[in-house]
């Protein structure tokens, strides 16, 4: 089945402690994306990634990094949580670039006390 | 800049209703416009999407045309059901950059 995956569903974790939100594709898709969804302001694009070893900042960058070492992984790191970035994230795939169709994973459900 | 803005929600609709969620756009150039839907607890799902002025997207039952002269991609169905009952995020792709999405419209329909 063509999906995009991500773990953990759901976090709790304290303030400064570095996580790792993993995220898998498995259709061969090029481009991949973070977003992260609050309450009022929609999606805002974190990173991208156009290819293996290519990635881009977003919207929202601060406090947060990612790598792409090969093309189906594109995880989301933060190295020291703050509160600010409780909130809902998703990561997408899409064939070529930003005007194909996005493919979201599930959701990560992050809360840093 | 680059904005999306969508109605404020949320619509609250009878079954079998018309729905309309507006959506406009502020951006240069021709970008791709699309509407993506949010069933409750899950990833978002591309709806319908329209590459062009006057392009018509279409799938499911809903409809939005790509007005370049008022900037509106706005989303139409001629009856809803109880199914529909997500979040509906507009959002636009201004030349190959990074999909920048509105603030989402929460549609609640009841039997």
């Known amino acids: 089945e063509a999906q995009v995956t991500q773990n953990p569903r759901y976090l709790i974790t304290v303030t400064g402690k570095k996580l790792t939100v993993t995220c898998s594709q498995n259709?061969?898709?090029?481009?991949m994306s973070w977003y992260r969804q609050d309450p009022g302001l929609g999606l805002r694009q974190i990173y991208y990634?156009?290819?293996?070893?290519?990635?881009d900042k977003g919207d929202v960058p601060e406090g947060y990094k990612v790598s792409r070492k090969e093309k189906r992984n594109f995880p989301l790191i933060l190295e020291s949580p703050s509160p600010n970035q409780t909130s809902l994230y998703f990561c997408?795939?899409?064939?070529?670039?930003?005007?194909?169709?996005?493919?979201f994973g599930p959701g990560t459900r992050l809360t840093v006390l | 800049g680059n904005s999306v803005t969508q109605m404020e929600g949320p619509v609250t609709l009878s079954e079998e209703a018309f729905l309309t969620i507006n959506c406009t756009y502020t951006?240069?150039?021709?970008?791709?416009l699309f509407w993506y839907v949010q069933y409750p607890g899950e990833g978002l799902q591309l709806l319908l999407k329209?590459?062009?002025?006057?392009d018509k997207g279409s799938n499911k039952g809903f409809e939005a045309t790509y007005r370049k002269e008022t900037t509106s991609f706005h989303l139409e169905k001629g009856s809803v059901q109880v199914s529909d009952s997500a979040v509906y995020f507009c959002?636009?792709?201004?030349?190959?950059?990074?999909?920048?999405f509105g603030k989402g419209t929460t549609l609640s329909v009841s039997s």
């Open positions: 990634s156009m290819n293996v070893e290519v990635t």
């Open positions: 329209a590459t062009k002025a006057d």
């Open positions: 259709m061969n898709h090029e481009y």
């Open positions: 997408a795939s899409s064939v070529r670039d930003f005007t194909d169709t996005q493919y």
């Open positions: 951006a240069t150039g021709y970008p791709s």
């Open positions: 959002a636009l792709n201004p030349a190959g950059t990074a999909l920048i």
